[in-house]
């Protein structure tokens, strides 16, 4: 594929899961060239020359954010998962990560960072899904088997410090420009990543459900998860079931395509009913719910952490975390637990995240544990969330990662290991943290990518 020069614009690749480029609409502004070669910095490290004129990207959509014509999109699928929710053979589940429920409002006109998850879920149940279930459940999953492997490191003196796994995104730049990092990376799957295996085993198997019929769709803020659910591990069902070709999860929907698709449809989403997400697999802790914010897996993994090393119930200074709060797109903390210091970061921005790395490969390294997220004040601020001209983005996003805390504050249960639908998850299914099949079904590997011809 002939691409315009790398000062002009963004190139996309046709075979791009993630986006794509209307050419009518393109006016070559260079806004996209911008956010990806000053926020992401992915831009500014390769030439053609250096790819055999291949495009590199790591699919997290903020070109699509910033593109005043809206010529770069998500590549959609919403149309394609329509045709499988009419197939009477198929069922079709959709899981629902934390962020949406705090910018779907925005597509309908309703104050930034209003909290819509009832309605969301009843939208859901009207375009036809047979159920609805909560990837916050996946989130307090991944806590669960993230903390206890942070645990497992420092105790073991593993690789240090460890890396959040759950952006996709930020995996891809380590895999592609850091790969000497690819060890410090947790092994987790995201949460999405390990909602879709869990529900076509062990939900298929309490619901009475042939695998072979379940079609996962998940509605995410991340462009980005349109490349991770494609990756060639994402098959740990197929592998449990012994079943050819089944993909942990089968198609990925923005924030953005929900609302297109409620519009196509003439929805009035302001008058539709509250509704409940199905009763397996959506119940979820504070902890899960504010993984969509900057410095929420972090938090949220503090609070499993310290518990599952003390055995006592954490305090309300580390339970709201203060130092790791904030919008800032770098964050440090020290904190004792129980005489074990832990130094920590959280950080937005590939480019921000690449000056950590730098220094710790020139000695610097006094961390055990960085959150990662590739998008501005983390997942709330996707690149399939919903772009309006008159938006204060920052002002936006605020909202949003102010709704998600408040959500967090009102939860009965706030931490992950205290969800007791993980508990019974663990005690039915996969054991305990890291068990063999933990590790079969919720863990994965990376690879070195040879995008770059060095």
């Known amino acids: 594929m002939k691409h315009l020069p790398l000062d002009v614009r963004v190139p996309i690749e046709e075979d791009n899961p993630s986006i794509c480029r209307d050419e009518n609409k393109c006016i070559k502004c260079g806004q996209c060239r911008d956010v990806c070669k000053n926020y992401i910095s992915v831009l500014d490290r390769y030439t053609f020359d250096m790819t055999e004129n291949k495009a590199i990207c790591i699919n997290c959509g903020q ?4 593109c005043p014509t809206k010529a770069i999109t998500e590549k959609k699928e919403y149309h394609l998962v329509e045709e499988q929710i009419k197939d009477d053979e198929k069922v079709v589940i959709v899981s ?3 962020s949406c429920r705090v910018s779907l409002g925005d597509e309908f006109n309703l104050k930034p960072g209003t909290f819509v998850e009832k309605k969301m879920v009843s939208l859901l149940r009207k375009l036809g899904f047979k159920y609805v279930l909560d990837t916050n459940f996946g989130a307090d999953l991944t806590i669960v088997e993230e903390a206890s492997e942070l645990i497992e490191r420092i105790k073991n003196k593993g690789v240090l410090p460890q890396f959040t796994s759950c952006c996709p995104a930020w995996v891809k730049f380590v895999e592609t420009f850091y790969p000497e990092f690819i060890p410090n990376i947790s092994s987790c799957k995201s949460p999405l990543g390990m909602q879709g295996p869990t529900i076509k085993t062990y939900f298929a198997k309490k619901m009475n459900i042939d695998p072979r019929r379940i079609v996962n769709v998940a509605l ?10 494609r990756r060639e591990e994402m098959n740990a069902s197929s592998k449990y079931h012994d079943i050819k070709d089944m993909r942990d999860m089968d198609y990925v929907i923005t924030t953005r395509e929900l609302a297109s698709w409620a519009k196509e449809k003439n929805i009035d989403f302001a ?12 119940s979820s802790s504070g902890a899960g719910t504010i993984f969509g914010n900057t410095g929420g897996v972090l938090q949220a993994a503090l609070r499993t952490a310290y518990e599952f090393l003390t055995g006592k119930q954490i305090d309300k200074n580390l339970l709201e975390f203060k130092p790791v709060r904030g919008y800032e797109s770098l964050k440090e903390a020290s904190l004792d637990i129980d005489g074990l210091k832990l130094n920590v970061a959280v950080i937005y921005g590939t480019k921000e995240a690449s000056v950590i790395l730098d220094k710790i490969k020139n000695g610097e390294n006094k961390y055990h544990f960085i959150e990662v997220m590739t998008c501005p004040m983390g997942c709330i601020g996707g690149g399939g969330q919903p772009v309006k001209d008159d938006f204060d983005y920052d002002e936006v996003r605020k909202r949003r990662v102010d709704s998600l805390y408040e959500e967090d504050r009102r939860k009965t249960v706030r931490k992950s290991h205290e969800n007791p639908e993980i508990i019974k998850l663990y005690e039915e299914f996969y054991s305990k943290p890291s068990s063999d099949l933990s590790k079969k079904m919720l863990h994965t590997i990376y690879h070195e990518r040879d995008d770059i011809k060095k």
Not at 220 to 229: D, G, L, N, S
Request: negative net charge; proline residues 7%.
């Open 271 to 282: 008058s539709l009913e509250d509704s409940e997400y199905d009763s397996l697999m959506s």
């Open 63 to 66: 070109c699509s954010i910033v």
């Open 96 to 98: 629902t990560s934390p």
């Open 220 to 229: 995410t803020p991340c462009t980005a998860k349109k490349f991770e659910i």
